[in-house]
């Protein structure tokens, strides 16, 4: 009895000293979590005493009224608010919290804005994986790396610490989450000045832009909410191969609309228009005839386009780059960025084309040539080439002459006199013509002696009866040779009056005939000969001398005659 009695006493006291203990020290689970206002007191080296209200004062952390190394900007007698976080056991006072009293104010207020879809100012001030922090007020909120702006940004330092709004995309304050956006709000704001431009926009117009990006074939330029082409051609008057030689991503540039189309919403833009054009005047400013320096800035298969200043261009025909080198690949006489005298040879301003040569502001080496060496003189050269007609010896570094076969050799035929020379000997010759027009030099090397048949056939005429001796056997005919050094041929049909005795075969390699001269070939130093011929003048002379067809005697016994005077005669 006395126990059970002892025990109901022990719980009575045990539940008087509970309720004293918590009226004591104030415990209100009504407070805890909640966020209320208080007066500072007092300051402490770590801590700031405030007093909210309860039985007893809270203490706050210096550290949370300033960043570290920064004095408190708070004193005694301030107002703040504060957010309780629990009552502490041993001493009795409460632990407070400034941050977390500003990030539940932000919190309710971020989610005021996010369902009234608000923007909501904040700054970015870390990084982390895949985006940024930001502080919204007292609540960290994550920006996505793609969330930061309509386009990639590369270096991100400008925009931290720098007070700005955002859209929130997502929040949860259960977990703590939130997402914002800075992209949304450019978007939304690109959005409206893309209509005030649209609406506004006319052709001429000039305006400044961002360029966006770059392509091959042009640059797009941000105007501020509406992007406009910038083509490579009208990126500026000189010649432009890729718009990055001019341009680069992020560089501001003014530039004027070209062209407009309301329903496409395309926008046409050019730089160089707002710069004078340089092919005004042009045909005054370059004549034909006239000499420049320029820079090679193309070169293509069919010619260099060389730069007189900057615009304007002329293009040098591979035709007119050299007088010697033929059928080259002008990238092998002239280079990129190379300077070149050039002289203005046609200009067609409504075109905007100048035609330019190379070769004209050198000397014509044929005309050289043909004032330095007179026909007749001799040259010396090294056999560059041999070809089926005649040898190519090299005059000078970029000048051949020719030589054909039939200048070779006055006795040899062309064939036999070419096996005579090979490619890299040098020899002598004359100069037998100049033809600056058609760029030919002919040479002849059997010239540089005199013709041992030149006397010969200063004497020879047609008619005339030669003694011949037989070089050669033919079945078409008789090759024969007059004095050692005129040859000759007598045809088969030409050997004999009677066609029984018109056969090579009765003739021998060294036998002589004599015959009747038909022709000379004075360039070739050929005979066209014929026996028939011979013997045919002299019966007819046999006639006229010892008797005629009416004196009743045969052209036997005339002939008969005629011999035997002859024999006598010798």
């Known amino acids: 009895m006395a126990s059970a009695t002892q025990t109901a006493t022990d719980h009575f006291a045990g539940e008087d000293f509970a309720a004293l203990l918590d009226e004591t020290l104030g415990k209100d689970s009504g407070f805890e979590g909640s966020v209320v206002k208080g007066r500072v007191v007092r300051l402490t080296d770590d801590y700031a005493i405030v007093d909210v209200g309860l039985k007893s004062e809270g203490r706050v952390s210096l550290r949370e009224f300033g960043p570290p190394g920064v004095t408190p900007e708070v004193k005694p007698g301030d107002y703040v608010e504060l957010y309780i976080e629990r009552y502490e ?18 919190w309710t207020n971020l989610e005021k804005a996010f369902e009234a879809s608000q923007r909501v100012n904040g700054t970015i001030y870390g990084r982390v994986k895949g985006g940024f ?29 720098v007070p700005q709004p955002f859209q929130i995309l997502k929040m949860d304050r259960a977990r703590g989450n939130i997402v914002v956006s800075r992209r949304a709000v450019l978007e939304e704001t690109r959005a409206e000045q893309r209509s005030e431009l649209i609406q506004g926009l006319k052709e001429g117009m000039i305006l400044d832009g961002v360029v966006k990006n770059i392509t091959d074939y042009g640059a797009f330029v941000d105007l501020g909410g509406v992007d406009g082409l910038l083509h490579v051609t009208d990126i500026a008057w000189k010649r432009i191969n890729h718009p990055s030689e001019a341009l680069q991503i992020g560089q501001p540039v003014r530039v004027q609309v070209i062209r407009f189309n309301p329903d496409t919403q395309r926008i046409s833009l050019g730089m160089k228009q707002l710069e004078a054009d340089p092919w005004e005047n042009v045909a005054l400013k370059y004549p034909p005839g006239a000499r420049f320096t320029g820079r ?3 070169i293509t298969d069919y010619g260099a386009f060389v730069e007189l200043e ?12 050299s007088w010697t080198k033929k059928n080259v690949h002008p990238g092998k006489i002239v280079a990129t960025s190379q300077e070149v005298d050039v002289m203005v040879l046609d ?19 044929w005309e050289q040539f043909a004032e330095e060496h007179k026909v007749g003189s001799i040259v010396e050269g090294e056999i560059r080439n041999i070809t089926e007609f005649g040898l190519f010896v090299g005059l ?3 000048i051949d002459g020719m030589v054909h076969m039939s200048d070779l050799s006055w006795d040899e035929s062309g064939e036999e006199a070419m096996k005579n020379y090979e490619k890299g000997q040098v020899v002598k010759a004359k100069v037998l013509d100049v033809d600056v027009e058609k760029e030919r030099i002919s040479l002849g090397i059997k010239q540089l002696q005199e013709d041992p048949a030149a006397d010969v056939l200063s004497h020879v005429q047609k008619g005339a009866i030669v003694t011949c001796v037989v070089t050669g056997i033919q079945t078409n005919g008789v090759e024969v040779k007059v004095d050692d050094v005129l040859t000759g041929f007598i045809r088969r049909a030409e050997l004999a009056r009677d066609k029984a005795e018109q056969r090579p075969e009765r003739f021998a390699v060294g036998e002589k005939v004599d015959a009747k001269i ?12 014929t026996i028939r ?17 009416d004196s009743g005697a045969s052209l036997g016994d005339i002939l008969g005659a005629a011999i035997r005077r002859r024999n006598a005669d010798a």
């Open 533 to 549: 011929g011979r013997e045919a003048d002299e019966d007819k002379q046999a006639i006229n001398e010892y008797g005629s067809s």
């Open 396 to 398: 000078s570094a970029d």
């Open 89 to 106: 056991d041993r001493d009795g006072s409460i632990v407070l919290s400034r941050e977390k009293a500003r990030r539940e104010e932000a």
């Open 310 to 321: 900057p615009g304007v261009e002329g293009l040098v025909h591979v035709s007119e780059m």
């Open 347 to 365: 200009v067609d301003s409504g075109k905007r084309r100048i035609s330019l040569g190379l070769k004209q502001v050198q000397r014509n080496p």
């Open 133 to 161: 922090t930001v502080d919204l007020g007292g609540a960290m909120a994550f920006l996505p790396g793609s969330q930061v702006d309509i386009r990639p940004v590369r270096d991100v330092t400008p925009l931290m610490g």
């Open 296 to 298: 090679v800035t193309n």
């Open 518 to 529: 038909v022709s000379v070939d004075r360039a070739a130093r050929k005979l066209a000969l």
